[in-house]
């Protein structure tokens, strides 16, 4: 199975040291940062986004811009990664390289339509910009009785 590594190298040395020599342009071949006018066809065509990552993911733009294509998620659980990845379901959290390899068989076995509705109702722009208004309304409603409640105790 070929696999695309894409993305910015945030460690070049070790890019030039351990992947760079295994790269063959065909089975295995680095395509460099995908700008939105080439992230659906590349997430949208894959089996799965592995994103193994080695540190607290904070929250993780392309685990949900993979699954917004319907594509499933390899992840370690660190950080965000359990809050987002629902395992078995639009994805997989792993522990060890053995399971991730698991994973990407499985991965074909989800259904890339319910990956999709996984992050759809989570993180879709209504949906987003909803949370954001009610936010809003409470901490302006919040600001406008303790001004009264000052007002009142003077």
């Known amino acids: 199975m070929p696999l695309t590594i894409a993305g910015i190298v945030q460690d070049r040395a070790y890019f030039e040291r351990l992947v760079e020599p295994r790269l063959d342009g065909e089975q295995t071949r680095y395509i460099g940062p995908i700008g939105p006018d080439r992230r ?3 997430l949208g065509g894959a ?3 592995l994103h193994l990552v080695n540190f607290d993911e904070p929250f993780g733009f392309s685990v949900v811009e993979a699954m917004a294509c319907g594509t499933p998620v390899i992840t370690r659980r660190r950080g965000s990664m359990d809050e987002i990845v629902q395992h ?3 994805g997989f959290l792993v522990e060890t390289v053995g399971e991730a390899v698991a994973a990407v068989h499985a ?3 989800l259904n890339r339509a319910r990956v999709r509705a ?3 109702a989570r ?3 209504d949906r987003m910009v909803d949370d954001y208004l009610a936010v809003y309304r409470q901490v302006a409603e919040f600001h406008r009785t303790e001004r009264v409640d000052v007002h ?3």
């Open 152 to 154: 009142l105790a003077r």
């Open 88 to 90: 078995g379901e639009n």
């Open 107 to 109: 991965a074909k076995t």
């Open 47 to 49: 089996r799965a986004l």
């Open 123 to 125: 993180f879709g722009v």
């Open 40 to 42: 659906g066809d590349v």
């Open 118 to 120: 996984s992050v759809e």
